[in-house]
């Protein structure tokens, strides 16, 4: 089912959208024509996006809310504040996401509950949020935004990996769920990235370059554009890099015990201090 056609009345809303892969994502759909209501804490990222976005798309509407996507209020205040504009809420993009780095037992309690409630709960809110009505309407799309480390256990990052794999579980069932409605669900399952995340989770951004190589790196412009073109084109996951797709493909193939094993050997967060 492809994405309900741009119009003046319609948005997609897009969270995270100040840095990063949110923001590309926002770029790439703004290129398509969708006008985009962008949300996320820093206003003036968000301004800064927004003047850009209408400057090169004349015309374009472009929406600001800013939000702390932990507070549940805030959440709850995001699709009242699209409807308060006159604007339908055609695509949620839910990109909004951060990670801690380091063994559980040394890192800090109030960041790892953080995360949580930024990639999973505030995910799955905003979801039950907007869905209904794209179901109503028989028509709209949900863009989740997961990672590779969903596929298996990672030490050095393991509520990150675990949330992300609750984000692909949950795109995966919903999209069923919704299945005949209008609707499409699809996970976006990036590789690493060279975006501020990994300096932001924690990661010494030499370190972050060697543990992995060169040729898995994926640029934020080409996931934004992999993952627009297949939410447009209604598939279920989109994992952006040949060598991404064979290590997310075959990581559930070597024994746990294993692989965690070697992850564990090789993940920089786990450096002794």
Known sequence: M??????????AVVTGASSG?????????????????????????????????????????????VADLTDEAARRGIPVAVADRGLEPAVLVNAAGLSTVGPVHRNDPEAELTM???????????????????????????????STAAFQPLPGQAGYAASKAFVVSYSRAVREEVRGHGVVVTVLCPGPVRTEFAETAGFDPAEADSALPSFMWVEASEVARAAVDGLEHGRAHVIPGAANRITAYAAPL???????????????????P
Do not use: C, W, Y
Request: net charge positive; aromatic share 0%.
């Open 2 to 11: 492809p994405l309900p056609t741009p119009a003046a009345n319609r948005t």
């Open 21 to 65: 892969i949110g923001r590309e994502i926002a770029r790439r759909l703004a290129q398509r024509g969708h006008g985009v209501t962008l949300v996320a804490r820093r206003e003036d990222r968000l301004r800064e996006l927004a003047d850009a976005l209408t400057t090169v798309h004349d015309g374009l509407r472009v929406e600001v809310v």
């Open 116 to 146: 949580l409630r930024t990639n999973v709960e505030a995910l799955a809110h905003l979801t039950s949020l907007f869905l209904p009505g794209m179901v109503e309407r028989r028509q709209g799309g949900v863009l989740n935004v997961a």
């Open 254 to 272: 070597v024994p746990p015990t294993l692989l965690t094993k070697v992850l564990a050997r090789q993940h920089p967060g786990l450096n002794e």
